[in-house]
Nanobody, 116 residues
Framework: QVQLVESGGGLVQAGGSLRLSCVASASTSIFSVSNISWYRQAPGKEREFVGRIYVGRRDYADSVRGRFTISSDNAKSTVYLQMNSLKPEDTAVYYC?????????WGLGTQVTVSP
């Protein structure tokens, strides 16, 4: 069983930045080869893909590409989501997801609110 804990959310003005963290209770050997993604869910909307990192490869949703960057620190079993040039439409609960050998784990999320 892997637990994921997100942090770093908050209230920011449009154009500002936030960095989210996702800490996994997984060993470095598992974490470093896991597919780790960020998703978000805005009120009244479905959860949507934001980006992922998997053995060094990064993919992003079109809506955040060029503004958001995912990085990882395998020694700390932590993934980061650096969010720049934030827009009000980025307001959502942001979730971390880890996929490893057929097992899928989700964190409880962290709220990001971007004011106009």
């Amino acid at each position: 069983q892997v637990q994921l804990v997100e942090s770093g959310g908050g209230l920011v003005q449009a154009g500002g930045s936030l960095r989210l963290s996702c800490v996994a209770s997984a060993s470095t050997s598992i974490f470093s080869v896991s597919n780790i993604s960020w998703y978000r869910q805005a009120p009244g909307k479905e959860r949507e893909f934001v980006g992922r990192i998997y053995v060094g490869r990064r993919d992003y949703a079109d809506s955040v590409r060029g503004r958001f960057t995912i990085s990882s620190d395998n020694a700390k079993s932590t993934v980061y989501l650096q969010m720049n040039s934030l827009k009000p439409e980025d307001t959502a609960v942001y979730y971390c997801r880890l996929f490893f050998k057929g097992h899928l784990y989700w964190g409880l999320g962290t709220q990001v609110t971007v004011s106009p």
